[in-house]
């Protein structure tokens, strides 16, 4: 697969997606860093800093076998709700084998500060969490999604449609972790840690999202980043973020 670059804004008065309510899902945060054969990392593309939307780039490794279609529309549901709390997302789409494609370069230069890496994987080697955990991230630039799980909890509520906005939603959450800080789940919106009827009715129309308080962290986040990356700051630096539950 070529590396391609999509950049998705943040959106209003969009449509209310209906669906019916699933049932419970969670999430697992791992804390550190872990040895992943085979990732890259790209050339970060970011906003100007006059922008008062930080950009973050999202590389993207697709492992399992999710369609173009479905990753595209979870790239846009994703890059909604981080759109909403103040962030504009940058998806780099790498390949995951050898090639010989030029755009692969891309994916093959050191991380800048603004990179952020993401894993759509099948189901686990070892199904520890069966199907109740939709993905996991290590601090402070690896996340990882099930794509088999999204889809399979899409295919019990008879609704396949919903797959691309519930794995959009997962992305968002595993990104938020990256942003916020591994102790980052709380007890309202898209961090919270167990997903039941009601946060998936919230998800089907659009209004599981960051809190308010959230949007301002991960916006702050992103700012420091983007400085990072500009060398207006010693690259030592990285603030830790902290959960406020």
Request: net charge neutral.
């Amino acid at each position: 697969m070529k590396a391609g670059i999509k950049q998705q804004h943040s959106t209003t008065g969009e449509t209310p997606r209906r669906g019916r309510c699933l049932s419970g899902v969670s999430f697992v945060v791992v804390a550190g860093l872990m040895e992943v054969i085979g990732l890259a990392f790209p050339e970060t593309v970011f906003a100007g800093e006059n922008d008062p939307n930080p950009t973050i780039t999202v590389q993207i490794y697709n492992y399992s076998q999710a369609s173009p279609a479905i990753l595209t529309g979870a790239e846009r549901e994703a890059g909604r709700i981080l759109g909403k709390a103040g962030l504009r997302a940058v998806w780099l789409e790498c390949p995951v084998g050898p090639s010989t494609a030029g755009p692969q370069g891309r994916c093959q230069k050191g991380p800048e500060a603004t990179d952020i890496s993401l894993r759509v994987l099948a189901a686990p080697v070892q199904n520890k969490f069966q199907d109740t955990v939709f993905g996991f991230a290590v601090h402070p630039v690896l996340a990882s999604v099930y794509y088999e799980y999204a889809m399979r909890r899409a295919k019990r509520d008879d609704a396949e449609f919903e797959a691309p906005i519930i794995l959009g939603c997962a992305i968002a959450h595993e990104l938020g972790h990256l942003l916020l800080g591994s102790n980052s789940h709380s007890d309202a919106g898209i961090m919270q840690p167990r997903w039941g009827p009601n946060q998936f009715r919230h998800l089907m129309t659009g209004t599981l999202l960051f809190t308010n308080e959230q949007s301002k962290l991960m916006h702050e986040q992103g700012r420091t980043r983007l400085v990072l990356q500009t060398g207006d700051l010693d690259p030592t630096f990285i603030p830790q973020v902290i959960d406020r539950r």
